[in-house]
């Protein structure tokens, strides 16, 4: 069992910086594949970015490619979303998910179903 708790989410204008924080707990959590995914209202959940389980690889979408960036401290169980150059398309429910299983390659990474634990998710906000 995984336990996921999100951190960092806010309001921010356009052009400006979060730094989301998820905080995993649970004995293996560091063995585990992670990702993040968002969600606007109306909006089907859309994958974000993800790191393997040794922080070796990374995945994003292409609207955060060059903006986002994803890393881990195994040793303190966190995951991390550092947004830059944040846009008002950005605004959403952030997510964080752990899968249990090994993922491979960036399909993998980005497909929701294949994450077993998520956590409650935490708001950013981007005003124009």
């Known amino acids: 069992q995984v336990l996921l708790a999100e951190s960092g989410g806010g309001l921010v204008q356009a052009g400006g910086s979060l730094r989301l924080s998820c905080a995993a707990s649970?004995?293996?959590?560091?063995?585990?594949?992670m990702g993040w995914f968002r969600q606007a209202p109306g909006k089907d959940r859309e994958f974000v970015g993800a790191?393997?389980?040794?922080?070796?690889?990374?995945y994003y979408a292409d609207a955060v490619k060059g903006r986002f960036t994803i890393s881990r401290d195994n040793a303190k169980n966190t995951v991390f979303l550092q947004m830059n150059i944040l846009k008002p398309e950005d605004t959403a429910v952030y997510y964080c998910a752990a899968s249990s299983s090994r993922l491979y390659g960036s399909i993998w990474f980005a497909q929701n179903h294949r994450y077993d634990y998520w956590g409650q998710g935490t708001q950013v906000t981007v005003s124009s």
């Open positions: 649970g004995r293996t959590s560091s063995s585990y594949d």
């Open positions: 790191v393997s389980w040794n922080g070796r690889n990374t």
